[in-house]
């Protein structure tokens, strides 16, 4: 892929560790640029949003009137990637959500806020996931959710070793509760400017 050849992709900078993807994306050889307002949305061919606090991340996106238009993009097939408080943000269903909080949704899963609970909040482990590679990846958690079920329209790309579910696809979504983006493995961005790629070509 040359950085040319193809739209910017969009990091949703309202909140939480945007620069991190940017960086990631850009060291891709993509142009990946900011994303806070509708107008903005609108030019990005994929979207990475990204970790921070999600309750935060929900009022503000509603406040700046950008929940109606993410929900659209979503809609319409946009490839969009969230980590940890993405993911929240992505998930049908949220527990242990703050009152009031919503989210974007798109994904079928529900994903837990915060699931490690206050000894275990931040960790790290390898995963096995064959969707991005043979080699395993190390995987960095911070306060992070956890995907507790997973309906019909979702599939499960990584588990811990006592079965629960940390990294989904569906269609043009992926979500993971770790934080790639700070590991220096970029496998899931190589991923995610895949499933950007391919919807390129399908409607050109
Ligand atoms: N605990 C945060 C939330 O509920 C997520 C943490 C993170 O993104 N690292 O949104």
């Not at 990005?44 to 950008?66: H, N, Q």
């Not at 097939?77 to 959500?97: E, F, K």
């Not at 490690?116 to 096995?128: A, H």
């Not at 961005?189 to 050109?204: P, Q, W």
């Amino acid at each position: 892929m040359t950085a040319e050849s193809t739209a910017p992709v969009g990091v949703l900078a309202l909140q939480g560790d945007f620069r991190e993807h940017i960086a990631v994306l850009r060291g891709l050889g993509a142009d990946a640029v900011p994303v806070r307002r509708p107008a903005e949305l609108a030019e990005v061919a994929g979207l990475v949003i990204p970790g921070g606090e999600s309750s935060v991340m929900d009022k503000l996106s509603r406040t700046f009137g950008m929940a109606e238009p993410l929900k659209q993009a979503i809609a319409s097939g946009l490839p969009v990637y969230g980590t940890c408080a993405g993911l929240i943000m992505l998930a049908d269903r949220v527990l242990d959500g703050i009152r009031g909080q919503e989210s974007l949704g798109g994904l079928d899963v529900s994903v837990r806020r915060n699931a490690f609970g206050s000894q275990l909040d931040s960790f790290e482990t390898d995963l096995r996931i064959p969707a991005v590679g043979d080699e395993p990846m190390h995987a960095v958690f911070i306060r992070a959710p956890i995907v507790e079920s997973v309906g019909e329209k979702a599939t499960p790309l990584a588990q811990l070793d006592d079965g629960r579910v940390v990294a989904v696809r569906q269609g043009n979504l992926i979500g993971t509760s770790f934080h790639p983006e700070i590991t220096g493995d970029t496998r899931f961005h190589e991923y995610f400017l895949g499933l950007v790629r391919e919807r390129a070509e399908s409607a050109a």
